[in-house]
Each structure stands twice: as C-alpha cells, then as structure tokens.
C-alpha cells in the first residue's frame, strides 16, 4: 500500500475564512489551480487540512479569526500572509463574489506580490489576552455611558435635569436629589451603573498590577503626564516589539495620524489623516492629547507646541492642534521605551543647570 507523501512543490495557498466553514484554493508553482476545497474553521480540521503541504504561502485577510488562524499556521512553517483589508479591493469590490473566487484571489495576489497586501503581523497569544483586559473595561465604561444618556434622557422628558456629575458617582448624586423614583425603572438602571462602576474599579486595579509586574516598561511611559496605566499598557500591548520601528517618528504612521498624501503636480491638498492602525491606542492617544491642551495639562514643550497651532485659528484648528499632540505623543512615548531616558517637559536641562 503506497503511503501519503508530503507536497513539496511551491505553493500559494488562498483562505478565505467564515465562522464555520472556509474556503481554500491552492495554486501551483504556474499559477494554476491544483485544488479548490471546502474545511470546517476550527484549529483540528485546519491543522490537519494543512499538513498536506509544506511551507506553502497562506493568504489570509485580517479579521476575528485570523489570529489564532496565522499562528497555527506559522507553527506549521508555513509562510502567512494575513493581508490588508484596505489592500484587496478586488475582492470586496468585484461584479461576482463568492467565497471560492475570493479564495482564489487571495492566492494570486498573494503570489504576484505579498508586499501589495501590506501584510499584518498580529500580536503573540499572551499580549492578545493581556489587551483583552482592556477591551472589556472598554466594553464596560461604554455601557455605563449608555445607561446615564439613556436616563437623562428620560429625565428631560418628566420635565427634570440630573444634576452633573462624573459617570462614577452618577447614581449617588441622582439619589441624593431625590429622583430615584421618578420613573419606573430608573432604581434599576442606577443598580447597573453602580455594579458596572465596581466592574471597571475592579480592572483598573488588574491593570495598574499587569502594567507593574509584567510591563515595566509602562513606567517609562507613563512619566508623561497626560499618559496613564490604562494608555501605557495599551500602547506596549499593540507596538509588542519597539524595534519594529526603525525610527521613532514612524509609531505616528502605525496608530494612523499622519495626513493622508494625494499629491498631484503642483498640487498638495490638506487631507485627513489616515485613521489606520489600532483605533483603540489612537483614541486613547487623541484623549491624552485634549488633556495635555486642556485647562489641566502641565506646563511643557508638547503643550506649547498644542498652544501655537491653537493660536494660528481657523475652523480646523483644535481639531489640527489635537492630532498633532497626539501623533507627538506618540512618538515620544516609543523614544521613551527604546531609550530609558527620564521625561523632561520643558526639554533636558543645560548641563550648567545640572553642574549647579
């Protein structure tokens, strides 16, 4: 009885992923199609599904199951591509679309050029569960939100206006006026945010004690001011290896707020920054940008920086000041972890001043 041999031919394989089933097609060293299939998306059957070929190239789009998907495959020794969705217009933009032709796209442009599709490197398993952590503390200050809107909102409709107060303390101070009863359901809906602020208090101490004992490095970061344990664990968690950047000035492209370039002749138009990248780490970055601009934000150089562009006016000039920290920020923030070197908001003192 003959036995199964491994394929070791080149090849380029495309998978196009769905929640149960996903399809592959397979081109040969030619570009023609060797086989077309049909697999269950679970660990098991894709293992074994691709144990057949060895090192093929695997073209994947980024999306919820590409993460365990690419290491899977990566601990196979295969070569994963996991492409740029922003990259592969062909697929989500052709006149006929089914999962077997968007697997058989993927594999050819795959083949014809990997850099194309602007490959994703996900994050190891570790920094994954780690940012998770934060992702349900997100989830959670989210509907704690939702819930205070949601009873303002009804308030104004009996005639009344909940006092303001900070989103931890909501409950208490709408009791402490009197209107617990003012609507059924509203002593319901205060017990929510309380068990929800509980939640998040929770967390935020499961953050402050992930960021000391297993990113020390967080500590570096957080010499800025406007940059808490929450932004510092979020921003380690995503970059995970400071050397991917060459320079520091890069980390403003990775988080996506660098203008957009159209350029065209002699034309340069002032576009909108890019929005690519992780869009968690760069609202949080954004928030520690109006807090440094803000009436509470220390005296430094980021600040005066913030300051000037305010004072040029125009429409868009808070918002252009706003992004232009935020990129600074994070920039500085990766020049802080790769260096070590101690934070100075108003610049490193002359060495006249530390000889005094």
């Known amino acids: 009885m003959r036995k199964a041999t491994t394929i070791r031919r080149r090849v380029t394989i495309g998978l196009d992923v769905s929640d149960r089933y996903s399809r592959v097609c397979v081109l040969d060293a030619r570009g023609r199609i060797e086989c077309e299939d049909r697999i269950r998306t679970t660990s098991d059957a894709v293992g074994t599904w691709f144990e057949r070929y060895a090192r093929a190239r695997v073209v994947l789009e980024v999306g919820p199951h590409s993460p365990w998907l690419s290491r899977l495959l990566a601990a196979q020794r295969h070569e994963v591509v996991v492409a740029n969705?922003?990259?592969?217009?062909?697929?989500?933009?052709?006149?006929?679309?089914?999962?077997?032709?968007?697997?058989?796209?993927?594999?050819?442009?795959?083949?014809?050029?990997?850099?194309?599709?602007?490959?994703?490197?996900?994050?190891?398993?570790?920094?994954?569960?780690?940012l998770a952590l934060l992702r349900v503390r997100e989830g959670l200050v989210r509907s704690r939100t939702r819930l205070i809107q949601c009873a303002r909102g009804l308030a104004k409709s009996?005639?009344?206006?909940?006092?303001?107060?900070?989103?931890?303390?909501?409950?208490?101070?709408?009791?402490?006026?009197?209107?617990?009863?003012?609507?059924?359901?509203?002593?319901?809906?205060?017990?929510?945010?309380?068990?929800?602020?509980?939640?998040?208090?929770?967390?935020?101490?499961?953050?402050e004690q992930l960021g000391r004992e297993r990113y020390p490095e967080t500590r570096l970061l957080r010499q800025v001011p406007s940059i808490g344990p929450i932004t510092s664990l979020a921003y380690v968690l995503t970059v995970e290896d400071p050397s991917r950047f060459a320079k520091s000035r890069s980390a403003?492209?990775?988080?996506?707020?660098?203008?957009?370039?159209?350029?065209?002749?002699?034309?340069?138009?002032?576009?909108?920054?890019?929005?690519?990248?992780?869009e968690f780490v760069?609202?949080?970055?954004?928030?520690?940008?109006?807090?440094?601009?803000?009436?509470?934000?220390?005296?430094?150089?980021?600040r005066r920086f913030g300051l000037r562009l305010l004072a040029q006016g125009g429409k868009r000039a808070k918002k252009r000041a706003v992004v232009a920290v935020a990129r600074k920020l994070a920039v500085l923030l990766h020049q802080l972890w790769v260096t070590g070197e101690v934070y100075h908001p108003l610049g490193a003192p002359s060495e006249e001043a530390q000889a005094a």
């Open 158 to 207: 009996f005639g009344v206006r909940l006092a303001a107060s900070s989103a931890p303390s909501f409950a208490k101070r709408v009791r402490e006026g009197g209107h617990e009863a003012l609507f059924p359901g509203l002593a319901a809906l205060l017990e929510q945010c309380e068990a929800l602020t509980a939640s998040i208090r929770q967390l935020d101490r499961e953050v």
């Open 252 to 278: 403003g492209a990775y988080f996506g707020l660098t203008p957009r370039q159209r350029d065209s002749g002699e034309a340069r138009p002032e576009l909108a920054i890019t929005k690519r990248g992780d």
């Open 85 to 130: 969705p922003r990259r592969v217009r062909l697929i989500a933009e052709a006149e006929r679309k089914s999962d077997r032709i968007d697997a058989e796209m993927l594999a050819r442009l795959g083949r014809a050029d990997p850099k194309l599709l602007r490959p994703i490197e996900h994050r190891g398993e570790a920094a994954q569960q780690h």
């Open 282 to 302: 760069r609202r949080l970055l954004i928030e520690a940008a109006h807090y440094t601009l803000g009436p509470f934000g220390p005296d430094s150089e980021l």
